[in-house]
């Protein structure tokens, strides 16, 4: 009888685990929506970059993390309607970069934690109150250090060293690139030369802004970071050989595509690195408490080709320092 009884018992226990195994719900699966300014294949590295830190830290799409992207294919005028479409997805952090990406971001929401994976100058732009303590629903990995810009300065004297006059590429409409532009001003005059405004608002003003700033005197170039820059490399690349002007650039693409030298920050690292913050804010941290950082590195990329059709001499003791060099 007893047997019987032990019997039943294991019988109705194997029953009952078994219909809670049934009626369980699975583990939870996390929504991340990732917007970007420019085209998915533009961006591939990147996107790529995020899932493989996604990835080292135990997430597999389709098993506990979908992906949401939404690319604005150059048109920034879009940036706000699909970043308002990643709300409506409910998901449950938003990956943006660059500064006018964050920014739509976060007109559309002030609840769903919004990570950076590279940008201008949060604080500045109105998206934290400080790096330490960010105090609001947006963190994540600056794109500049403090010691970019004047680098940036240094490295183009040093292969363009009869440079007098820089012609500074910026948006007024990028809300980074007016307290950028009297920082880049400082570091420009203290090295000897002149700082010429060459300002665009849309790829249909970039002729016209390169044109005045030759027709001004500008014998070099330096572009801002800008998304729409960024959408418009090829054609200025293109418009900085037209008119023979050696250009510092603020990403290794340009440079790809035939650009002079770039000294930035590896910006499929950045992207790794926002993984970590995903993470933390799916496991239960608050972006308000979640500290932003800086770069830590940085990558000096050179066109010997573009130098060469420019007329100028790499210096030994440059090209020794730089991380790639494009022949």
Known sequence: MKNILRFVAVALTLLVWGVMAETQQPGKVWKIGVLVSTSQSLNASRDEALRQGLRELGYTEGKNITMEYRYAEGKLDRLPQLAAELVRQKVDVIVVSG???AVAAKEATSTIPI???GAGDPVRAGLISSFTRPGSNVTGVSRLSPDFIGKRVEVLKEVAPKTTRVAVLSNPSNPSHGPGLKDLELGVRARGMMLQSAAARSPNELESAFGA??????????VMPDAMFHSSLARIVELAAKHRLPAMYDRADFVEAGGLVSYAVNIADLSWRAAWYVDQILQGSKPADLPMVEPTRSELVINVKTA?????TIPPNVLAR??????
Do not use: S
């Open 99 to 101: 500064t006018r990406v």
């Open 115 to 117: 990570v950076i994976a």
């Open 322 to 327: 730089a991380d790639r060099v494009i022949k």
């Open 213 to 222: 700033a030759v027709k001004a005197g500008a014998d070099a170039l330096l």
């Open 308 to 312: 060469q059709a420019l007329g100028l």
